[in-house]
Structure formats: C-alpha cells, structure tokens
C-alpha cells in the first residue's frame, strides 16, 4: 500500500511539475503578446465567454474542453466583428461576450441533470488532476507556439505595434491577427485547467508585467515570464499543499506578491540611481 | 514628363457614411515636391490614406505605378503605444518588411544602413533604447529612419514637423531636398509658410483638392482659390486666410 501511494504521489506531482512548466511557457509568450498590444480584457472576455461552451459541453455530455475551445474561438472572433461591424465600443462588446458566455454556461449546467462533477476545477483550476491527455495536448500547444513566434517574430512584433505601416507594406496583418488569436483561444482554453476561468488573466498579465519591470525587449520579456512564471507556479503549489488551499488561487497569489515585490524593489532601485546622479 | 508614379482621378473616399474627399484628381511624379495643406479634418491624412491603401475607395480610382511597399510613410505620432516593448534600431529596420520575406533575418548591409539613417537623423545613440524612453521629436526621428530604410520612391510625410525642435527642422528640410533629387516626395503640414521655399507644387485640400503649380502662394492665388488655412510666409506677401471653399 505504502509502495502504491508513493508511485501515486510521485506520478501526480510529475503531472503538475509538467503541467506549471508547458503553461508557464504558453502564458509567458502569449501573454507578452497580450500584455504589449493591451489585449487583457479581451482575453478576458475570451475567457469567461468559454464557460458557455463548457456548459453546453457538460449537458451533452461531450468533453468540456471541445466546447470551451469552440467558444474561446468564436468569442474571440465576435469581439473583433462586433466592435467593427456592429458598431458598438469594443469594451463593450468584450462586456456582452464575457457575460452572455457565463449565462449560456451557468443555464447549461443548471440542466444537466444530476451533478456536475469537476464544476468547481473549471471555476478555479486544478492543476494536481491533470491528465495524460491534457499533457500531451499542452506540449504540443507550446511547441505550435514556439515556433509560430519563433519563425514569424518580426512580423509579429511589428504588425503589433504599427498596424497601419505593416499593411503599408503588404504585410499578411489579417492572418497574422487571425493565427494569433486562434493560439491565444487554445492557450486561454487549456490554462483554465491550471488557473480556472476566473484566475487565468493573471497567468497572462501578472508574469509579464513583472518582467516587464526589467526589461523593455519583447523577447527578453518573454524569456523572464516563463521563468517568473514557473517560479510562481512551483511555490504556489506549494503553498496551496503547506496551508491546504486551492492551488489556482495559491498560485495566483504568489505570482502577484512576486510582482509587488519587483515592482517595490524596482521602485527604491530607480530611487537610489537618481539620487546618486 | 516623366511617368507618373500615382494617378488618382475623380476620387471620393471616406468613413462610414461620412465622405471625406469628394472628386479629387492629382498626379504624382517622380521628382515632385508636393505639400499638402488644408485645414484640420479637411482630408489630408484621408488622402494620404487613400494613396497608401487603407481606405477603400468609395468612387475613382488611385493608380499605383510602383508597389505599395516602394512608399515610405512617416504616420503622425499620436496612434502609437509608448509603452510598446520594442528598440529604436527594431522600429527602424521594421522599414524593411516590405523587401523582405517574413521570416528572412537581417543582413550586416541592412544594419549599416539602418545605423547610418540613425545616425543622420541623431537617434543612433538610442538604438537601443525602448520607444516609451523616447520624446515625441527623437520618435519622429526613428519613424523617418523606419520610412527611409527600403529606400522608397516616394515619401509621404505626415506633418512631419509637429514634435520636431527648429534645429532638426532646419536639418530635416535640408536633407528632404537632397533627397527630393531621386525621390517624389508629399508632404502634409498645417503651416505651409516654413516649408514653402523647399516644396515646388502646393495641393490644397478641403473636401476637394486645388493643385497649385508653384510654391508661391500669392494673394491672388488666394483671392482665387479661396484656401481656408492659415498661411504665414516670409515673402512679400504675409496673410492668413480663413475662409472656405466655395463650390
């Protein structure tokens, strides 16, 4: 029995060792991305528009991740063609998308008979349950992603910050906004089984913004948000076992105190040099 | 003549179901010196828009002798994100999109050449610094770099002077008519009286564009076009005109 629960241990602290180490990494990219062309409250509306698919998965009994994944896509996409063809102020078409998303979900799950099991991991995240397949789908997400920004860096990083100038000169701007936002919908839909729906933003902001503090290089950011990431990830867990608190929340937690605490040190650095000067 | 580069004939533009420009007619040639005034909301920045293809036209047509990509841009300041994390030396190389193939890297030659238009224009000291780091005139700098880098045919400046301080202005006009020796060049700006000893043809836009075939702008230029800007010069005949177009 001993020998049993120790394989057990070993093989699901693995799972979420594997797990902190393939979000750190999609987050760290994707978010820098988010983070440079302000795109958090998009994602966030992204995010919680999701939960409706979840729901309608659960009551159909299909794999919530399916659903959830079809959603993020479409939301992402209504948001950009609400705001342009409808007419309407992009925050609030983020608005309407984010809450209409969390309606469909919350009536979905309300009709699903019976109990819904795994309800409150989506909520909240649970990165100690894991599975196999989830893992194998998140490393390849983080390979696609690597080599999307990898090969197609510059134009990425340009079309992000002059989007006028790059369609002056032919840049492919519509697919290169439309690849990406179809990776930021994966990457969203997967890190919900990390951070949850509610927490997940700040994988995506929280990191960044903390590197961001040290440097101002696009790529630089990026190579610190995983790095500060996984740190924060491995603490949290384990935090969330030494208190015995959710993990999610835990997580979210440390990644935010670590940001106080750069941001304070940044603070009294920045202090210091200009009074040596 | 020589042949032109752009042709724009009877062209009506605009947003939504505002129309901006209404049938404007202009020709562009190599060798042009064009500045275009007018008043603010007018059209110019619609114009140029239109020539660079962002808007599409709503009636007539804009003829491109030359690909997109052989104009250089120089967009006003204020669209930008000073927060954005990219350097100096990134924003100006990113002039080089259009030549290159998308996931192409750089090569030594197109660095020096990037350092060398740092360098005139005084921002090489800043390579590497972010452009949040940057004032509003060093910004406009790294943005003529980045417009001049893939070595265009034409460039179209977009009130190019607003951050600039009177030092860089002097050199700057100094180093457009240099360059006004093989390139076309069209430039935006609301005082036309600083520049107009630099500029050969003047094209004034409000709703509908007069093209004056000269630099000088006189009073009876004036009296007959009825252009409704206001006009400082340092000739014999100083005035500001405030009145509109009449059609």
Redesign the interface.
Known sequence: MDIFTGIFAYKFINHALIAALLSSIICGVLG?YIV?K?MVFISGGITHASFGGIGIAFYFGLNPFLGAAVFAFLSALGIEYISKKG?IRNDSSIGILWSLGMAIGIIFIYLTPGFTPNLMSYLFGSILTVSSGELIFMGVLAILIISFFF??Y??I??V???E?????????VKLINFSLMALIALGIVINIRVAGIILVMSLLTLPQNTA?LF????KT?IIYSILISFVGVMAGLGGSFWLGIPSGASIIFTLALIFFAAKVGNFIFLKNKRKQK | MNKPLINIQNLSVGY?SQKVLENVSVTIHPNDFIGVIGPNGGGKTTLIKSI???LPAWQGTVEMHI???E?G?L?QFN???KQ????VE??VL??L??RKR??KRYRERDKSHAECLMARAGVIDLKD??V??LSGGQMQRTLLC?ALI?KPKLLILDEPSTFVDSKFEGELFEWLCELNSEIAILMVSHDIGTISSHIKTIACVNKTLHYHQSNKISAEQLLHYNCPIQIITHGEVPHQVLASHKH
């Open positions: 820098t440079s302000r007419n090969i197609f510059k134009p990083l340009f992000a910050f002059d006028n100038f790059a369609k002056t000169q032919n840049a492919p961001n440097s101002n290089n696009f950011i | 939504e660079l293809g962002l690909d997109k990509s104009i841009y967009p669209p930008f994100d954005f994390p990219i350097t990134q924003v990113s002039g999109f259009g998308l996931f610094k972010a949040g780091e980045r893939n």
